[in-house]
């Protein structure tokens, strides 16, 4: 496969994933270094974050998703991580070698997201 071919892949990936709910204001594909392979914001959605500030937050949220991976044998397969902030719900999780980092609106629902992140971790890669 192509580099382009594996962006429009990656692209498409995130378009589906917004597409699964109105709730969703952001889809970033990241991959283990926490370089940003695909990402679409919801159109008529103002950015949060600044350029530098996604890259270091989708960085740490990358690394944070990867290290977590060591306690599987432990605490048991980790489905989605959610952080609530005052202004979004941000929900992580990793499917095959990439972590999915999604911005919520905050009246989302845990059910919703648990929703959400099952029907996303099911999309092929």
């Known amino acids: 496969m192509s580099g ?3 962006i429009r892949k990656h ?3 995130c378009d589906k994933i917004l ?3 109105p709730k969703i204001r952001y889809v970033g594909m990241i ?3 926490g370089k940003t392979v695909a990402g679409n914001l919801r159109k008529g959605i103002q950015p949060l974050f600044k350029p530098e500030q996604a890259r270091d937050e ?3 949220a990358s690394v944070r998703e990867f ?11 980790i489905h989605f991580t959610l952080t609530v902030h005052d202004k979004v719900k941000i ?3 990793v499917n095959n070698d990439y972590t999915f980092y999604l911005s919520l609106e905050k009246d989302t629902s845990y059910g919703e997201i648990e929703r959400i992140v099952e029907a996303a971790s099911k999309m092929k890669m």
């Open 31 to 33: 991959n283990r270094f």
């Open 19 to 21: 597409a699964l709910s």
């Open 58 to 60: 989708f960085f740490l």
């Open 4 to 6: 382009k071919e594996e």
């Open 91 to 93: 929900v992580s999780f």
């Open 11 to 13: 692209k498409e990936i």
């Open 67 to 77: 290290m977590r991976k060591d306690f599987n044998s432990t605490l048991g397969k």
